[in-house]
DNA sequence: TATTGTTATACTCTATAACTATA
DNA sequence: TATAGTTATAGAGTATAACAATA
């Protein structure tokens, strides 16, 4: 294994989660893509597709489909922006916020496992990394 | 952002390096799990599909068609093994170790350049976490 | 019986470009 | 002119199940 590539690293660890989480999920039915949206909605604030664009690392293209799904069934909502009319204000509703808590309950129980065994000062590092790989596009 | 989830955090990570580094690659007209593979072949270590899987965190079924592009291309070959004729042995060809080494060395300095502020105490921090969350699943 | 890898199917994700509406 | 978001298209990734060959 090629281990010490940074890189390679990201890669295999987000296709083993994603499976994990998937399958731990199994019971709403909801692809890699919607569990990442729900996630990222979770915390109650409303976005518009840029920023949740941003958030996840998903092309709008790419969001314009999963929301469509997600709006479908009763998820999520999308509100034209008051401020700026080209944008919408994309919101959980009821049924959304339900399962976005599942979601990210599945999140938190996932990454408690995992990362039982690690320290304070693990996950700091962990993050600084994360967060500079993040800003290279 | 949610970026205190460990998860969320490594999802974002994930999409804007892989754009970023099709994007340094668009040369080699390359999809992102060629990449991948090619970067994991890299080291010119025979593997069968198994351990590609594993070292990708990819499905054999998604493998299979990312095998049949490269070979098809002449990046690989796939060779029936004699100890276990159930399998194949990976191989990079000339053409592909050329191709591998490209990518490696995208791979490299996109790494450089995203952590170049960062302590050998945190990216040991990082691979402790990502090593964690890849043993999920 | 279990494992390796492929095939088949249907759906989702991605890249690119073009487009509408608004700023 | 630039930005927000959608549409369109073609190709690539995914899940699932079934399958042949080998162990």
Known sequence: MVSDSVLLALQRATHHTLQALTAALADLDL???????????AD???RNVRELSLDTG????TLTGVLDRLERRGYVTRELDPGDRRSFRLTLTGPGR?????????????????LA???ARQLAGYHA????LQEVS
């Open 129 to 132: 990394v994360v967060s500079a």
């Open 98 to 114: 339900t399962a976005a808590r599942k979601v990210r309950a599945a999140v938190t129980e996932l990454e408690a496992t995992a």
């Open 58 to 61: 998903t092309r709008s293209t």
């Open 44 to 46: 109650g604030r409303s």
């Open 117 to 119: 065994g690690l320290s």
């Open 31 to 41: 692809t890699a893509s919607e569990i990442d949206t729900l996630a990222n909605l």
